[in-house]
């Protein structure tokens, strides 16, 4: 059972480019949550959503981000004319249900983005 | 949602064990306590998560007080492998995935 994916693992942008970063989920988990890490800083949360469904957007800047989760294929966070402030790693995490029994959530490697 | 706080970091030898503990005072009746392990350029990775007295499992052990203000998290005989960031949460079961991680505790294990 393959983990967490993300795509890709580095990714360097211009200024004012489109970055796009990719999430499939573990196999049987509908729950994807997105967080940005910037260096020396935790996680923090930006957007959770079910399939074809945002539910919870709450950290996501209000411009230039968006996400989405569609029916078939993976969780796109998409990040419209990038500044030098979005170089960051970016997680995914997915878990089978809200509030997985546990409480863990499972995390890909993470997708580190540089902004020239 | 409770604020944790915890320590920036801690040093350790091989073999040592290792407790951190985690403030969290205005915990929530229905709050879990649970902690992850992050290693550099890795996305955070589960360990443990209690509601209250101890829990055990292969990798760590979580020791939570009668008033759960507080939490501590022991790593036994840790390894220079145990070196990473680890990071203690606090929240519903229902909402962990909103959970904002705090910079964590950076522990790093010596020969």
């Known amino acids: 059972n393959a983990g967490v994916m993300q795509n890709p693992r580095h990714l360097v942008r211009r200024r004012g480019q489109e970055a796009r970063l990719r999430c499939s989920p573990m196999?049987?988990?509908?729950?994807v949550y997105w967080y940005r890490q910037l260096p020396e800083e935790g996680l923090k949360f930006m957007v959770y959503?079910?399939?074809?469904?945002?539910?919870?957007e709450s950290g996501m800047p209000k411009e230039r981000f968006s996400a989405e989760f569609p029916k078939e294929g993976p969780s796109i966070l998409r990040i419209q004319q990038v500044v030098r402030g979005d170089s960051a790693a970016y997680f995914c995490?997915?878990?089978?249900?809200?509030?997985?029994?546990?409480?863990?959530?499972?995390f890909g490697e993470g997708s580190r983005l540089t902004v020239l | 949602l409770a604020k944790t706080t915890q320590p920036i970091s801690m040093d350790s030898y091989e073999g040592q064990e290792v407790n951190i503990t985690c403030s969290h005072n205005n915990i929530a009746t229905n709050d879990y306590i649970t902690w992850y392990q992050q290693f550099p350029s890795q996305g955070p990775r589960f360990i443990i998560q209690g509601y209250k007295t101890k829990v055990t499992n292969e990798v760590a052990s979580l020791f939570i007080p009668a008033d759960r203000k507080s939490s501590t998290l022991s790593l036994p005989r840790v390894s220079l492998s145990d070196t990473a960031v680890y990071y203690c949460l606090v929240g519903l079961t229902d909402s962990w995935g909103k959970l904002q991680f705090g910079a964590g505790t950076q522990v790093v294990v010596t020969p």
């Open positions: 995490a997915s878990s089978p249900r809200q509030g997985a029994d546990t409480g863990e959530l499972f």
């Open positions: 196999k049987g988990h509908s729950h």
């Open positions: 959503l079910q399939k074809e469904n945002i539910i919870d």
